[in-house]
T-cell receptor, first 114, second 113 residues
């Protein structure tokens, strides 16, 4: 079956613009995570969705970052008023409700803020 | 200080060598320990995970966890050029952490023929 997909693959934007990044998890996976991978910082947790529960937003670096998950499936990560330090690879991962150890990652969206 | 420390390398070895990759951590609540492999411009893929202390073997790969020392290792035997990738250690506390992973910075490994 299909894995986790993310779009766009690459995004170049100007400082101050808003961007939306999309994640399509594996069908049937109830848990979804967003991570950010940047040089010097490694991979950092951003936000977690599980079913219909309120998301865990504890990893979001500022209020310019937000995410939603519609219908328990597709998720969108939005970055408002982008800054150069937001340049990174944004990775999405999903898993089943029970298999807490096994997260499947998408290929990521490479964001460059000029 | 980061919760998880990993030597970023790069590490270059000849084909057939034994590779040792290591991470240390500071959070004693971590219970689940994973190793991910990431090829260039791809997402990480799970190689192995272990719960608490001990060893786990899967083919050419062996994962070790020493909770008393807060130290985990991944050994790769008979390394192959196809093993060339970035290796990331990751861990979480279980329970209400809900699988939120804390990663090391990753070690870049090159296995040359």
């Amino acid at each position: 079956g299909a894995g986790v997909s993310q779009s766009p693959s690459n995004k170049v934007t100007e400082k101050g613009k808003d961007v939306e990044l999309r994640c399509d998890p594996i069908s049937g996976h109830t848990a979804l995570y967003w991570y950010r991978q940047s040089l010097g910082q490694g991979l950092e947790f951003l936000i977690y969705f599980q079913g219909n529960s309120a998301p865990d937003k504890s990893g979001l670096p500022s209020d310019r970052f937000s995410a939603e998950r519609t219908g328990g499936s597709v998720s969108t990560l939005t970055i408002q008023r982008t800054q150069q330090e937001d340049s990174a690879v944004y990775l999405c991962a999903s898993r089943t409700g029970s298999a807490i150890q096994t997260q499947y990652f998408g290929p990521g969206t490479r964001l460059l803020v000029l | 200080q980061k919760e998880v420390e990993q030597d970023p390398g790069p590490l270059s070895v000849p084909e057939g060598a034994i590779v040792s990759l290591n991470c240390t951590y500071s959070n004693s609540a971590f219970q689940y320990f994973m190793w991910y492999r990431q090829y260039s411009r791809k997402g990480p893929e799970l190689l192995m995970y272990t719960y608490s202390s001990g060893n786990k073997e899967d083919g050419r790969f062996t994962a070790q966890v020493d909770k008393s020392s807060k130290y985990i290792s991944l050994f790769i035997r008979d390394s192959q050029p196809s093993d060339s990738a970035t290796y990331l250690c990751a861990m979480h506390a279980g329970g209400t952490s809900y699988g939120k992973l804390t990663f090391g910075q990753g070690t870049i490994l090159t296995v040359h023929p």
